[in-house]
């Protein structure tokens, strides 16, 4: 287990200004994993929210040199960042191994670039791992033919999982690491972030059998949702027919 405890003054501030902050927590929750490329569970994100995009650049070399914990901490950092700056709202988050993707209201821009710039200094100076960060308007997002939907998994009750759709994240994703003008640059406040709460546990799945499979499937057009789907319902009917 890691943890790292730092504060933060970056807040937020004005939770009217920027849109409907309780769109996520609205959200209808559903509970059948099978159930996570049903397009009925997802609705647009508001087009006055931000997806917000945090990357480590090189992490694919770090994790070859072994460093996939660090890798895994500062990706995890940047989530615990920004959930602790805007305390009260429940935001739809993914971790991305060597990142993260969040969407947040516009209200919370500052308090958010504030915590993540925080991040991104501390990645510097005690990992030496170059954080890559930006934010895209879901309105600019529609206007370049890219929709951001959400629907919201439920775990267990109280607990949930994001899950984003449409195409808008990916367009985002690369319009940050492009440098298309959406990165977030340094300010001059050089507190610490606060980071209370960061876990990270590593503990290795064993195998049953011997082996371990991971299947990883990306959908060439924007809407990938049926395609998902019948990934879904082919490795259904494969693992009903498997032997015990």
């Known amino acids: 287990m890691a943890e790292v405890v730092g504060t933060s003054g970056g807040r937020l501030q004005d939770r009217e200004a920027g849109g409907d902050p309780t769109f996520y927590e609205r959200l209808e929750p559903f509970g ?7 397009a009925r569970h997802y609705v647009d994100a508001p087009d006055d929210w931000l997806v917000v995009v945090a990357d480590i650049k090189d992490s694919t070399e770090a994790a070859r040199a072994g460093r996939y914990k660090d890798v895994n901490l500062i990706g995890a950092a940047c989530i615990t960042g920004v959930l602790n700056a805007t305390r009260g709202l429940e935001l739809p988050f993914v971790f991305g191994g060597d990142g993260a993707t969040l969407l947040i209201p516009s209200a919370a821009r500052a308090a958010v670039a504030s915590a993540l710039i925080r ?13 890559r960060l930006g934010m895209v308007p879901v309105d600019e997002l529609r206007r370049r033919g890219r929709r951001v939907l959400v629907a919201k998994f439920a775990l267990s009750p109280g607990n949930h999982l994001a899950m984003l759709a449409g195409g808008g994240v990916e367009l985002a994703d690369r319009l940050v690491k492009d440098g298309t003008g959406f990165g977030l640059a ?36 924007a809407d990938g949702l049926p395609l998902q789907q019948e990934v879904i319902e082919a490795l259904r009917r494969i693992l009903d027919e498997a032997p015990e």
């Open 32 to 38: 059948e994993f099978a159930a996570v490329a049903d």
């Open 119 to 131: 991040t991104r200094r501390l990645a510097a100076r005690e990992f030496g791992l170059e954080l």
């Open 186 to 221: 340094d300010e001059l406040d050089f507190g610490p972030p606060d980071l209370d709460g960061l876990s990270c546990r590593w503990q290795p799945f064993r195998s049953l059998r011997g082996q371990m499979l991971t299947l990883l499937v990306r959908a060439r057009e």
